[in-house]
């Protein structure tokens, strides 16, 4: 085939913005993923909610929680309010010893165990009184399987609510450890937000991030951060959106929230936090704010009258002011006191996620675009298309003047093949384009290239088309909500880059500042016999680069194969698959959920470990 490329023909800019990221908490990406606190639950605020996580009803005030006694020892937990740290900070527990032994205490278990690694030091912290006369003491400990692993001790607690905070360095490692707090004595103890982070959080920052998870994102280059959703930014009715005011200041004052993918969420990977996120990894941040509705596809459907409008309007204002106000400004003084006086220089905000284009939302959105042009005219204003393809409501943000909207399209690779030329005609006189939430329902090679072309079109557009995001950004896994695609898997220690990860890579890390016009012509389709055969590999290790567009995959007897996989190829045990397993340790393929377990190759999460897979290349 040949290729043209025409270096004297008129071109387009391809803005610094175009690659960005769409973060969102589903799938555990916040508390169990990117916020590296290891102790789950650890305010006990759980309770029921609603949603798709398999969790929701189970959740309980001491989820994850259990009682250490051994048959000569005995004690109680209970979860009480009527004491609390704070008036947001609610529930915490109380220990109740009544035949003290050699420890009696409570464990926490973190997200099925709390990966511990050898000479790693976890900063632990807990608020914690005793009831009684006797001088309780509190022993910390990490245990694996094989005992103690680390260990720090507070001496005797104090009859009021008192932080304490010690530091403990693991002499082994073990993927499914728990913390263990006991005491001695008879009498009561109370304990709330106890808390356990690796010193080692990305930039090593209190409070920090996964280190690993964030490294993902660095190597993304991502020029733009959306941010903190999705659906549960307007959130499942008023009382469940985001609310930033909610999400900043200490973490023990943070009131936290249900959210709608159903679980919770301590707030303690807050907008700070996130600002924080985006300077370490060189993104501008896009906070989206609802614009008092709530999600137009959760019932219930409501609006904020309209006489109560003003604070959700003052929510966006004052975003502004706590990322780029002066140390004098009221939130730039409290963004200064969480220790960043220097403004964080928010370009964007944007308005609203998918919202329905209802009357009352017709009614709503002018007031929040008038108030942001007038008192923070230096940020741009990133408007909601919807859903799409039909984009039900972008000629209304064009109509208001924002100066870009986002659509979002979760369709099938043909579509995304077909819809390369989706912008070549769209009016250039209407508003920019951000399309801020897009996959092609799979992370299959397949799906990867399918992206790879629809970028292709979106560089030819990039005057129109201004930024881009890929959606949901992470999946912690079987803590899943959202199972077509993703873009990075990980559970306690692993990261698995998919193959729609590797083509975001390409475009961003290698983005050129024109596009060049060009034209192309093929004779020839690539030939499967082509393909090498990788032989047989046994489960959670093989050593191919090479990128396969079907691979037949046998698996023990146990292991069913179920919707996802084409059978119609099956021979002798055989199944032929879609997948790319492009690096070494690294490679993933998913079809569906169900038989996810026994091909997800990475060193913990098999389910099936007698299973063998045997890869081979299809003739
Ligand atoms: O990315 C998952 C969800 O898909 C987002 O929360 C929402 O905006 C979209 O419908």
Redesign the pocket.
């Known amino acids: 085939g040949t290729i043209t490329v025409h270096v004297d023909q008129p071109t387009v800019e391809l803005p610094e913005t175009l690659y960005g990221l769409?973060y969102?908490d589903?799938n555990y990406s916040a508390d169990g993923g990117l916020y590296a606190e290891l102790v789950q639950n650890r305010s006990f605020e759980y309770y029921p909610v609603e949603g798709w996580n398999r969790r929701s009803q189970t959740m309980q005030p001491l989820t994850a929680w259990e009682k250490v006694c051994d048959k000569n020892e005995d004690c109680s937990l209970a979860v009480e309010s009527s004491d609390p740290l704070n008036d947001v900070n609610m529930n915490y527990l109380r220990l109740t010893i009544t035949k003290p032994g050699d420890g009696v205490g409570v464990a926490n278990l973190g997200y099925d165990g709390i990966s511990v690694k050898e000479g790693e030091t976890y900063e632990f912290s807990v608020y914690a009184k005793r009831t009684t006369d006797n001088q309780l003491p509190l022993h910390v400990r990490l245990e694996g399987e094989q005992g103690e692993i680390a260990s720090a001790q507070i001496d005797t607690l104090s009859k009021e609510w008192t932080k304490y905070e010690v530091p403990m360095t693991a002499r082994r490692s073990d993927a499914k450890g728990r913390l263990v707090l006991l005491t001695g004595g008879t009498g009561d103890v109370m304990m709330d937000m106890v808390s356990l982070f690796p010193r080692n959080t990305f930039n090593e920052r209190k409070n920090g991030l996964r280190a690993d998870l964030v490294q993902a994102l660095v190597d993304l280059k991502p020029a733009v951060f959306r941010f903190p959703?999705?659906?549960?930014a307007h959130g499942q009715g008023l009382d469940n959106a985001y609310r930033w005011k909610d999400t900043i200041g200490d973490v023990a004052e943070r009131k936290p929230n249900w959210n709608l993918w159903g679980y919770h969420q301590s707030y303690g990977l807050g907008y700070y936090e996130y600002f924080l996120l985006c300077e370490d990894i060189g993104a501008e941040p896009l906070p989206i704010l609802p614009v008092g509705v709530s999600c137009g596809?959760r019932q219930p459907f409501q609006n904020a009258l309209m006489d109560q409008l003003q604070p959700w309007i003052d929510d966006a204002v004052d975003l502004v002011e706590f990322a780029n106000g002066p140390v004098d400004s009221h939130w730039g003084s409290i963004r200064a006191s969480m220790g960043h006086p220097k403004p964080f220089g928010l370009k964007y905000v944007g308005l609203g996620?998918?919202d329905h284009h209802t009357p009352e939302f017709e009614e709503r959105f002018p007031h929040f675009v008038r108030a942001l042009r007038e008192q923070a005219p230096e940020v741009k204003i990133v408007g909601t298309s919807g859903?799409g393809p039909e984009i039900p409501i972008y000629e209304f943000m064009s109509a208001q003047g924002c100066d870009l909207s986002d659509e979002?399209y979760?369709e099938s690779p043909e579509w995304f093949i077909a819809n390369a030329h989706r912008f070549d005609n769209f009016d250039r006189s209407k508003t920019k384009v951000f399309v801020g939430?897009y996959a092609s329902r799979g992370n299959q090679l397949y799906n990867a290239v399918a992206e790879a072309v629809y970028l292709t079109g979106i560089e030819r557009n990039a005057d129109l088309v201004q930024m881009t995001a890929y959606?949901?950004l992470f999946a912690r896994y079987d803590y899943t909500q959202?199972t077509a695609a993703d873009l990075i898997w990980f559970n306690h220690d692993t990261v698995v880059r998919t193959p729609n990860y590797y083509v975001q890579q390409l475009f961003s890390v290698n983005k050129g500042d024109k596009y060049l016009k060009n034209e192309s012509e093929f004779d020839a389709a690539l030939s499967s016999e082509s393909l090498p055969s990788v032989g047989h590999v046994g489960v959670g290790t093989w050593d191919t680069t090479a990128v396969f567009d079907h691979i037949q995959v046998k698996v023990g007897d146990d292991v069913v194969i179920k919707d996802g996989f084409t059978d119609e190829d099956t021979d002798n045990g055989w199944q032929v698959l879609s997948g790319a397993f492009a690096r070494g340790n690294e490679g993933y393929a998913q079809s569906d959920q169900a038989a996810k377990p026994s091909l997800t190759i990475h060193e913990t999460p098999i389910e099936t470990p007698e299973a063998v897979l045997t890869l081979r290349a299809k003739k």
Request: charged share 20%; glycine share 12%.
């Open positions: 769409f969102e589903i959703g999705g659906c549960i596809f996620n998918e859903l979002h979760y939430e959606a949901p959202w």
